[in-house]
T-cell receptor, first 113, second 112 residues
Framework: QQQVKQSPQSLIVQKGGISIINCAYENTAFDYFPWYQQFPGKGPALLIAIRPDVSEKKEGRFTISFNKSAKQFSLHIMDSQPGDSATYFCAASREAAGNKLTFGGGTRVLVKP | DVKVTQSSRYLVKRTGEKVFLECVQDMDHENMFWYRQDPGLGLRLIYFSYDVKMKEKGDIPEGYSVSREKKERFSLILESASTNQTSMYLC???????????FGPGTRLTVT
């Protein structure tokens, strides 16, 4: 049973376009929602994270939108660049349970020049 | 800069062999994690440790064990490797006060 479902599995976008990745979770006790970025041959690295008390968080070209009632959150990559080509993972955790992360299945993003 | 290193980038083992994957972090982090990464399944937690000699099962502990004798080192052990354990294995660490996990580069294990 996958507690965090991520879509799409892959995404191709033109340079300058917007990449949108969606995640849905089941456990309403989750209280921390990070996104990790992974380049080939590297381990994932934290990109941006949000808590459920805010509906949106922006860092540069990356924005998380959070909808608590729908139990969904999404990553938007504005003005996508070839250097953004990577695999992106959403995740969720519960602080009371030691913040063990439950990851989505991942989205491979390819930005075409 | 936090550095998490894993002993091997690539490993090929035979079915039934005992396999040791080593992970070392240099930031004095209390928490360490082992995940396996498979296409379409994301990262799944095998075991984690919140202190020396302490361990807890993650979501998929069957067929694995771990050891943490020193704070900086966390080992994953496959007692008798099987072909369904062919995967990418990622180690991560985290301090007790911050939520960000720092990952190593991974070990791609092939069991034949």
């Amino acid at each position: 049973q996958q507690q965090v479902k991520q879509s799409p599995q892959s995404l191709i976008v033109q340079k300058g376009g917007i990449s949108i990745i969606n995640c849905a979770y089941e456990n309403t006790a989750f209280d921390y929602f990070p996104w990790y970025q992974q380049f080939p041959g590297k381990g994932p690295a934290l990109l941006i994270a949000i808590r459920p008390d805010v509906s949106e968080k922006k860092e540069g070209r990356f924005t998380i939108s959070f909808n608590k009632s729908a139990k969904q959150f999404s990553l938007h990559i504005m003005d996508s660049q070839p250097g953004d080509s990577a695999t992106y993972f959403c995740a969720a955790s519960r602080e009371a349970a030691g913040n063990k992360l439950t990851f989505g299945g991942g989205t491979r993003v390819l930005v075409k020049p | 800069d936090v550095k998490v290193t894993q002993s091997s980038r690539y490993l090929v083992k035979r079915t039934g062999e005992k396999v040791f994957l080593e992970c070392v972090q240099d930031m004095d982090h209390e928490n360490m994690f082992w995940y396996r990464q498979d296409p379409g399944l994301g990262l799944r937690l095998i075991y984690f440790s919140y202190d020396v000699k302490m361990k807890e099962k993650g979501d998929i502990p069957e067929g694995y064990s771990v050891s943490r004798e020193k704070k900086e080192r966390f080992s994953l052990i496959l007692e008798s490797a099987s072909t369904n354990q062919t995967s990418m294995y990622l180690c991560a660490s985290r301090s007790g006060t911050h939520l960000e996990q720092y990952f190593g580069p991974g070990t791609r294990l092939t069991v034949t």
